[in-house]
């Protein structure tokens, strides 16, 4: 351990004020001393300086080693440090809240084709642009509703940008100040401690400028996008009126003040953007940041072994002794730690075989099933045994591969995957001679499903993607032979079978599959692939029926959001708000 003298200080100097108590720790000792002495009582005063007996070099080694004590802790509790050491550091920008005027205003044109195309489509360059953070947006007319709470999708808030209209709204009407209330709860309900505002109106009052003022009280900015213009245009309201809506920008910048923001008008690029800000997340002076950083290494543990032993004087008088013994016995007296199979402490027999597992079938789908069985073998399981019998079939070895399946089905009776995989190496071994592998009418050799990394599901693959329709079940792979019923046309020396003993294979091959494939649908374990596979013709017929009237089911964002809103405004009226 190097010590650097230069780089020497302390991370929490203010504990050396302990150090303080020294005085006050030797004074009560002495006071102690002098009042507790046993001669007090027998010997007068002006006599006491005289006494021969012995023992004051030990009172007086005592109270050294309390104070030394002591001073090792303060020390040790200032922490001392000389070096310094990486710090995994991390970021939380602060969320944004969107909050959108959705009043009859929007509809006016004075920015072509009209407000509302233009602020959907500066939503959406938003949206894209932003660099991370979560984003929320809320519209509002009357009152102000959650179109999507906080997330780091935006592309989910995207989806909602075009059925956002002043039709999906309750009632019109425009109270800025209810969408700022509104987002700044979000913002609570997600545990920001800051986030910003991005309000696109085109005008606000007194109230509007009170509640940012309040948002930035509990450290939350706002920021206003002006939609429109000075010149403003001529709209219809609510209640059918023609009136004009212009770009108030005098309140719209009192807003932004009140809410610490900034302010800035709707532009044709993103330029408004970039001057508000909200391209890129904020982060305040508490947030952590991303990368490594350099902190100092409190080094004051290593004054805690000297302190540990100085204590044990108030215990033992030869405590020191003891300790130093100990310490001396230790490596004699301490086991010989048991490894694992692996060469290490912690590692568990059940996770040695399951990354043997890993490794088998990971060499299994390269096609070196040498490698794959040189993993499998010696796991004494039932996907250890499955799994090697799979890799001893590949390679053309049908008794070996029989013999781990059996063994596998001794561990689980019924494995709906060895059981399958068993019939067709051994329908496979009577076909062909043993000194070749074997190949089917197709070209293909059998067996077997692809191998199971067995964890709490024997024979079932994590990995094998889902089946289509006519696909094989997971023990019968396309090709594979199969256990003919008719054991005249598996003679072990014919190596071409005839057509019709073919087809009665294909059609058992069939068979078992159904039948696999309902073991697993009563397992719960089965695709929607495997499920239309295993369906008679009416029950296709019906889900065809289904799945046609749901895509006729027409995809209007618009209506969910307005029936949601719709729900939302009686709920509040209900509750008086």
């Known amino acids: ?19 303080l108590a020294l005085p006050l720790i030797a004074a009560l000792w002495y006071w102690r001393r002098r009042r507790g002495s046993a001669w007090h009582s027998a010997v007068d005063a002006h006599l006491l300086r005289h006494l021969l007996v012995a023992g004051g070099q030990r009172a007086w080694g005592g109270v050294i080693a309390l104070l030394l004590g002591w001073t090792l802790a303060v020390v040790a509790l200032a922490g001392p440090s000389w070096r310094q050491v990486a710090q995994p550091l991390w970021q939380s920008p602060a969320p944004l809240v969107v909050a959108l005027d959705l009043s009859s205003r929007v509809t006016a044109t004075d920015l072509p084709p009209s407000r509302l195309l233009q602020a959907r489509a ?20 009357d009152d102000a509703y959650t179109v999507a709470p906080l997330t780091a999708d935006t592309a989910n808030v ?35 401690r800051s ?15 009170s509640a940012a003022t309040a948002a930035r009280r509990q450290g939350v900015t706002v920021s206003v996008l002006g939609v429109g213009t000075p010149t403003g245009a001529a709209y219809r309201s609510g209640d059918g009126q023609i009136a004009q809506a212009r770009l108030d920008e005098a309140s719209l910048r009192a807003v932004a003040s009140a809410g610490g923001g900034q302010y800035a008008r709707m532009a044709n690029d993103d330029g408004d953007l970039r001057a508000l800000g909200v391209l890129t997340p904020k982060t305040s002076m508490d947030d952590r940041r991303d990368g490594n950083g350099m902190a100092w290494r409190d080094e004051g543990f290593w004054l805690l072994p000297p302190l540990m032993l100085l204590s044990l004087w108030a215990f ?40 043997a597992l890993a490794a088998g079938v990971e060499a299994y789908r390269q096609g070196d099933f040498k490698a794959a069985q040189a993993q499998f073998d010696g796991i004494d399981s039932d996907a250890g045994w499955y799994n090697l019998g799979n890799a001893l079939a590949r390679q053309g070895q049908y008794d070996a591969a029989i013999e781990a399946y059996d063994k596998a089905l001794r561990k689980t009776p019924g494995m709906p995957d060895a059981v399958a995989n068993r019939a067709a190496v051994d ?12 190949k089917d009418g197709q070209g293909k050799q059998p067996p077997t499903s692809p191998p199971s990394q067995g964890q709490g599901q024997p024979g079932k693959d994590a990995g094998q993607p889902p089946k289509q329709p006519g696909q094989q079940s997971p023990g019968q792979p396309p090709g594979t032979p199969t256990q003919g019923k008719d054991k005249d046309t598996q003679g072990a020396g014919n190596p071409d079978p005839n057509p019709a003993a073919q087809a009665q294979a294909d059609a058992a091959q069939r068979q078992q599959m159904q039948q696999a494939l309902q073991r697993q649908g009563k397992d719960g374990k089965d695709t929607p692939a495997q499920r239309q596979a295993a369906e008679t013709p009416q029950q296709r017929e019906q889900r065809q029926a289904v799945e046609a009237w749901m895509r006729r089911v027409p995809d209007d964002p618009g209506s969910l959001l307005r029936a949601k809103f719709q729900l939302e405004n009686e709920r509040r009226k209900r509750e008086g708000r």
């Open 1 to 19: 351990m190097n010590i650097d003298w230069n780089a020497l200080h302390l991370v929490r100097p203010q504990a050396l004020w302990l150090l």
């Open 122 to 141: 500066k939503l959406a360059a938003l949206l894209r642009e932003r660099k991370g953070g979560e984003v929320a947006l809320l519209v509002y007319a």
């Open 158 to 192: 995207a989806l909602y940008l075009d059925a956002l209209g002043p039709d999906v709204m309750p009632r019109d009407g425009q109270h800025a100040e209810r969408a700022l209330d509104a987002a700044v709860l979000l913002l609570q309900q997600s545990g920001a």
């Open 195 to 209: 986030g910003d505002i991005l309000l696109l109106t085109d005008r606000a009052d007194a109230a509007a400028s």
């Open 316 to 355: 033992r008088r030869r405590g020191l002794a003891v300790v130093l013994v100990a310490c001396l016995a230790a490596p004699l007296a301490l086991p010989t730690p048991a490894y694992a199979a692996e060469g290490t402490w912690w590692t568990r027999a059940d996770q040695v075989d399951q990354q």
């Open 427 to 438: 329908a496979a071994r009577k076909r062909k001679p043993p000194s070749a592998p074997p």
